[in-house]
């Protein structure tokens, strides 16, 4: 097996050396900032946005088949033209797999998802701002499917 290939890897060696070089075509770095190679996009963080979002695998592969070759973000933007779930797919993927990086998350002063504890007794805003009332003039145990 490739070094870069997992046991559980839904893509193969080959699709992930070109997802690594597509990837740093996208997020290529700066003085401040890794790139996405640098970040462990693809050591790290393809195979958990595929686990989370495996709608990606299709479109993202059909990315990674048309864009192999490209040498440069325009070269690739260009063998992507006409295939935009494909260069959602592969820009979803490349982004996601890099906010994962906690590293990157700390330059950008992001902490990740953060859990923010309920007052059981405070009115929500929604409920304020009538979102509800809808649901509350039907009845919250009312069926329309009789």
Known sequence: MDDMESPMSPLGSDELLTFAKLANL?????????????????????????????????????????????????????????????????????SGAYFLNPEVRRLLGYPGPMAHPMDPNETLRYVEDGLLDGVAQRGFGSSHHN
């Open 26 to 94: 996208l997020v290529p770095g700066d003085g401040d900032m890794p790139s996405a190679g640098d970040a462990g996009v693809v050591e790290d963080g393809i195979l958990k946005v595929i686990e989370s979002c495996p709608r990606l695998l299709i479109s993202l592969r059909r990315s990674l088949d048309s864009a192999r070759d490209a040498q440069s973000l325009d070269e690739m933007k260009h063998a992507l033209e006409g295939d935009e779930a494909a260069w959602v797919a592969l820009t979803t993927a490349t």
